[in-house]
């Protein structure tokens, strides 16, 4: 049936962009410098100790930092209606469209329900994938984080 805003009319969007922010627990040695393992099976009782703490040693965006910047940078055009699928396994997360916001966001994935409209910020609780939708009206830099 496709998606709809809250009064039942259909949303439909240009493009879409998924975002996975992952956290990575990487052991550091006695000399504060990252360890090396040879296998992870090796690294899984120190690796296991620092996920214990709930303090990731990194925290990224699609697997590497700066991967969506540079020439990898989510890119539209005025009029275009982007939707960001935004995923985090872990922890809770707050994005936001500096410039922008979300016209419809659908915070916890469920398509079935009717959207939030207008939110700055967006909360996705960890272990779930949200959505949001902004038609982009004026050429310029936005900042999703």
């Known amino acids: 049936d496709g998606l709809k805003d809250p009064k039942g009319n259909p949303i ?15 052991p550091k040695g006695s000399d504060g410098k990252y360890k090396s393992y040879d296998s992870p099976l090796t690294a899984m009782s120190d690796t296991l100790e620092v996920m214990l703490t709930n303090n990731p040693s990194h925290v990224v ?28 396994a872990n922890r809770d997360t707050r994005p936001h469209l500096i410039g922008g916001h979300g016209n419809f966001v659908w915070a916890t994935g469920s398509f079935n329900d009717p959207p939030d ?29």
């Open 12 to 26: 439909s969007y240009d493009r879409a962009y998924y975002i996975g922010e992952q956290d990575f627990y990487v």
């Open 117 to 145: 409209t207008n939110q700055e910020t967006w909360f996705i609780p960890g272990g779930a994938v949200g959505a949001a939708i902004y038609t982009f009206r004026q050429p310029g830099l936005y900042v999703y984080l």
């Open 61 to 88: 965006v699609n697997g590497a930092v700066g991967a969506l910047t540079g020439d990898q940078a989510l890119k539209s055009k005025v009029g275009e209606t982007v939707m960001f699928i935004h995923s985090q």
